[in-house]
């Protein structure tokens, strides 16, 4: 019996730090209703990229959380009219889901690797059916490299010169200026993990390099990214940190001091 396809997400990346959207939901519909807005888009992320909303769904979600099916009526009003879930979504097929939420629930199953069921496409926001499709192309090709035959022989797959030996000599370097007794790792298989971050990944030979100078400069994230397949899974983050960290040496700024505005301008 083959395994049931996971949908559902187990965690979203959440700010620190509050946005003028949410202060404005929490001025509008105060802290309750915040709170609500919450456990809500934590309901519909545990679902997938959206959540079915029909009468008896608004029934039994404020039933459970004992407030008056109006009240919950009055905050999901407010909560369309910000944005946060599209309202035409919700007239046209009853569920609730926005393109900020799709674009993060893709984005996260895509970097996992996750493997995608049938799509209704009528749910999708317009431009993610395209985020959709290349997380297709790209399983596809990675599949067929899997499929590849390996040489019978010793001959390695990567030069010394290629530009994803390069890349793990670097991550190799700068893992044995810390730690000149570790053991040392099949270079072939993470020169093969370099290659899938250049071509399938679309990664920059050079960003990844300056990726890798500031990796073991943070007292983080050196001892976290330890080989070639944690560099790549964690990759969109440390390339976001390192950007703000330039930003901000640049600046002269503390980390605390850096703005959501900011973030976005990267």
């Not at 879930?85 to 984005?107: A, G, P, V, W």
């Not at 300056?210 to 390339?239: E, G, P």
Request: charged fraction near 35%.
């Amino acid at each position: 019996m083959a395994r049931p396809i996971k949908t559902g997400l187990d965690y979203i990346p959440t700010n620190t730090s509050m946005d003028d959207q949410e202060e404005l939901i929490i001025a509008e519909i105060g802290l309750e209703g915040y709170a609500i807005h919450t456990l809500l888009e934590r309901k519909v992320y545990g679902n997938g990229f959206y959540l079915e909303w029909t009468e008896d769904h608004r029934l039994l979600f404020s039933r459970r959380l004992g407030i008056t099916k109006q009240r919950l009526d009055e905050i999901l009003e407010t909560l369309f009219r910000r944005e946060i879930y599209d309202s035409k979504k919700y007239i046209d097929y009853e569920i609730l889901t926005s393109k900020r939420i799709q674009e993060t629930y893709f984005l996260i199953t895509t970097s996992a690797r996750r493997k995608q069921g049938d799509i209704n496409k009528d749910y999708l926001m317009e431009g993610i059916d395209e985020i959709v499709e290349k997380e297709k192309s790209t399983s596809k090709k990675e599949k067929e490299l899997e499929k590849i035959e390996k040489p019978k022989t010793k001959v390695p797959l990567y030069g010394e010169t290629s530009l994803p030996m390069k890349i793990v000599k670097k991550l190799h370097a700068n893992l044995l200026a810390a730690n000149p007794k570790m053991l040392k790792p099949d270079l072939q298989k993470w020169a093969l993990c370099a290659d899938h971050m250049l071509r399938l990944d679309g990664r920059e030979y050079d960003e990844i390099l300056a990726v890798l100078d500031w990796v073991s400069q943070d007292d983080f994230w050196s001892t976290n990214i330890l080989s070639m397949k944690k560099l790549r899974a964690q990759y969109d983050q440390l390339a976001i940190k390192m950007k703000i960290a330039k930003k901000q040496e640049m600046r002269g700024m503390r980390p605390s001091k850096f703005t959501n505005k900011e973030v976005e301008e990267l």
